[in-house]
């Protein structure tokens, strides 16, 4: 009885100094993988890949409710705003009209011209649409997870709203994708001026609004100017709309994104045959 | 009876139920909010229940159900991997601690040391992503997050106090 007793003892003894084991064991294994991923290691990629295969399908069942409650939200806003809409429409549209006849002019002039300098135009991207299923936009960071199904997708290729750019994939995994957003923090794009043609970096800073940045201090930049991609590095073609300078001040200029999330379902990953899975996002964090 | 599969079953899904619970609720609060400015105010659901299930169910959420919880946060929200593991088993190792204080006091007292636990770990995390990021990262979009957390405390403790009252009652502590 005595010897049983004491054998109990031990056993709830070494119960505890398990536990305790473990416990050590978990915090020494979430300092690894902080440290692994500093060095970008491949377990890191395998372990966010597998969870994010695993979790996506239980995502996707529970976006669909607040999906619905969004839409019978939209609908009775946009019946309440139907007059006004209306209006500023055909206003739009008026406009529209005369840029319309101007484009006309502009394409056949566009073609005289790469007639006669043996232009070859780049290749046609090509795009899928993938079903927004989870937002994480905190203070911390803004990304969004993609249902992409059975199309294949590349981690860099650029990801577009309705009009204009709103961010790049940052993770593939076998159905699903991660999108990191121009807002986020980790997210520079090489921009330009439309109108005077300077260049710049667009850095996300976790605020809605991101920021030029490496701009030069002579350069001419004004309210509404708008910023489209540069195309320089590589990841994103030139030209591409991403949005407008929304204020300057002390130096600092915000930039207010076009593309609207708030009223997005899905979003468009392109292929512009510039992406390589192979090619790491070019780090400008240490310039900074 | 006790000994076969079915009851045997029944006691490791009932076992489960802080950690699945506390996962369906974090995904819920991962639904896409269609708001750049909303997102700010999304509350760290994982956070309260960790608290709370650390405060009146340790023994059937420990370590290894926070580090489920913080893994799947950083997969989420796309944080550095091990950043919010390490945050989550810090709260649970400082609520352990603190509940031999204030375990039977009141709600009032319960909320208040939570929101000091929220903005703890909500000042380490930003520290600890300044650093990793080496950049200065916004403050007051980080702490509304925060706050919107310490606002959200008694809704989701109070939905947790349903789901322990209904699977998880006295009758079933004192088996």
């Known amino acids: 009885m005595v010897r049983r007793g004491v054998f109990l003892i031990k056993t709830a003894e070494l119960k505890v100094w398990a536990r305790r084991v473990v416990v050590i064991a978990l915090f020494l294994l979430a300092f690894f993988f902080i440290l692994l991923n500093k060095v970008d290691s491949v377990a890191i990629k395998t372990a966010n890949k597998a969870a994010l295969e695993v979790s996506g399908p239980i995502m996707q069942v529970i976006e669909y409710p607040s999906r619905i409650i969004h839409r019978l939200y939209t609908y009775f806003y946009d019946i309440s705003h139907i007059y006004i809409e209306n209006r500023a429409l055909r206003d739009e549209n008026k406009q529209l009209m005369i840029l319309q006849n101007k484009v006309r002019a502009l394409e056949v002039e566009n073609q005289l011209l790469t007639r006669l300098l043996n232009y070859v135009p780049p290749a046609d991207a090509s795009f899928i649409s993938a079903k927004i299923i989870a937002e994480s936009g905190d203070g911390f960071t803004h990304i969004l997870l993609v249902y992409t199904g059975d199309e294949k997708v590349e981690k860099g290729q650029i990801v577009m709203g309705d009009e204009s750019v709103i961010g790049r994939i940052d993770e593939v995994s076998g159905h699903y994708a991660r999108v990191i957003l121009v807002t986020d923090i980790n997210s520079k794009i090489p921009v330009v001026v439309e109108r005077t043609r300077a260049r710049a970096i667009l850095s996300g800073d976790n605020t809605i609004a991101p920021k030029l940045i490496f701009l030069r201090s002579s350069s001419d930049i004004q309210e509404g100017d708008v910023i489209v991609t540069s195309g320089v590095g590589g990841m994103f073609p030139a030209g591409l709309p991403i949005g407008f300078v929304n204020s300057v001040q002390n130096g600092e200029i915000s930039v207010e994104t076009i593309g609207d999330i708030a009223r997005m379902e899905y979003v468009r990953i392109v292929d512009y045959g510039l992406s390589n899975s192979n090619e790491e996002t070019p780090d400008f964090s240490e310039n900074n | ?175």
């Open chain 2, 1 to 175: 009876m006790r000994d076969s599969f079915s009851e045997k079953m029944r006691l490791f899904l009932l076992n489960g139920i802080p950690l699945l619970s506390s996962l369906v609720l974090m995904f819920l609060f991962f639904m896409p909010l269609s708001s750049v400015q909303l997102n700010y105010f999304r509350p760290f659901v994982g956070l309260i229940c960790v608290y709370y299930w650390t405060l009146k169910r340790e023994d059937l959420f420990g370590f290894c159900s926070a580090f489920i919880i913080g893994f799947l946060t950083d997969v989420y929200s796309s944080s550095p991997l091990g950043v919010n593991i390490l945050l989550m088993m810090g709260v649970i190792a400082a609520t352990a601690w603190l509940a031999h204080y204030f375990q039977s006091s009141s709600f009032g007292v319960a909320w208040f040391i939570f929101a000091l636990i929220c903005l703890s770990y909500t000042l380490s995390k930003w520290i600890l992503l300044m650093i990793y990021a080496g950049r200065f990262l916004p403050v007051w979009e980080a702490f509304l997050g925060c706050f919107s957390t310490i606002m959200f405390y008694p809704l989701i403790t109070l939905i947790n106090t349903k789901i322990q009252n209904r699977f998880l009652p006295q009758e079933y502590i004192d088996e």
